[in-house]
């Protein structure tokens, strides 16, 4: 068995653009890996297979796919296919998840970039790491920066990549949604609400204010969110005297503080209301062997 594994991420600032003639949207967002990780084990099979555990309630394990709809297998087949494969090894990949399910975490894409480098290595295929990245282009467009990890400018659909200073250490509160939110219908809602897209900035201003965390919690998507799960502006506002930002498409709410002590009482408040949590921290760390 090989293992690798990948983070989950948050988008510190994320525009959005009009939808482009190939179907996808330009962005500039600010990705940030965070220390919560998804770790996948690779081994040979006679049928592609997905089983999944994890530090998730039970309810999040289950959406997880299990067949070959899975991130997991359509990495691998990527990969196969980019090598020039003739006859694929079909593979089963045990999953371990820290990371929240259709939250807008890139949970899914962890999981796509740690098979791919379990694979080269299961593999024997000796591509390096831009070669990797372009095979996770192909899959998803959070795949790419879950190789890198760290801090990152993520450019047109996300997948062209500029390596950032890395943040002072970040405390993180996450408020996990018992319900998933489909990127598509954010997106579809955005086109809707903004047929005109909503880059106001260039991705020079973005980044000069990133590193004094100016400009953090920026995200076209809030409000395409919202107009399909009005309870989230609540959520943004539970912590009286800061307010929790949507990362990706959502439908998870963060906070983040460099102030550990801070962030234990926003996560102890949230758990008393009953939500769903997860502390953590930024990390400058991508995806791993091992």
Not at 108 to 118: F, H, N, P, R, V
Not at 145 to 160: H, K, N, P, R, Y
Request: glycine share 10%; net charge negative.
């Amino acid at each position: 068995m090989i293992y690798a594994s990948a983070p989950g991420k948050l988008n510190l600032f994320f525009e959005v653009g009009a939808l482009r003639a190939d179907g996808y949207h330009p962005v500039i967002s600010i990705y940030q890996s965070l220390a919560i990780r998804q770790r996948v084990g690779v081994e040979a099979s006679d049928r592609w297979e997905v089983s999944t555990t994890g530090n998730l309630p039970k309810q999040q394990l289950d959406r997880v796919p299990t067949d070959e709809s899975n991130l997991c297998v359509i990495a691998a087949k990527e990969l196969a296919k980019y090598v020039g494969m003739q006859s694929v090894q079909p593979m089963k990949f045990f999953t371990h998840k820290e990371v929240p399910v259709a939250a807008g975490l890139a949970g899914g894409s962890a999981d796509a970039a740690a098979s791919l480098l379990a694979l080269n290595q299961a593999w024997n295929l000796g591509l390096d790491f831009q070669q990797l990245t372009e095979v996770a282009s192909k899959v998803g467009s959070d795949v790419p920066f879950s190789l890198l990890g760290g801090t990152a400018l993520g450019l047109d659909t996300g997948i062209q990549l500029q390596k950032l200073e890395n943040l002072p250490l970040q405390h993180v509160v996450l408020l996990v949604s018992p319900i998933g939110l489909s990127t598509r219908e954010v997106f579809l809602a955005f086109d809707q609400m903004f047929p005109a897209g909503d880059i106001n900035q260039s991705a020079e201003m973005v980044v000069a204010g990133i590193g004094a965390m100016q400009r953090v919690g920026k995200n076209s998507l809030l409000q395409p969110a919202l107009s399909l799960r009005e309870e989230l502006k609540e959520y943004q506002h539970l912590i009286e005297g800061t307010t929790g930002y949507l990362s990706g498409s959502g439908p998870t709410i963060y906070f983040i503080t460099e102030d550990k002590d801070q962030a234990t009482a926003w996560n102890q408040k949230l758990s008393s209301l009953g939500h769903f949590t997860i502390m953590t921290t930024t990390s400058p760390t991508g995806a791993l062997l091992g």
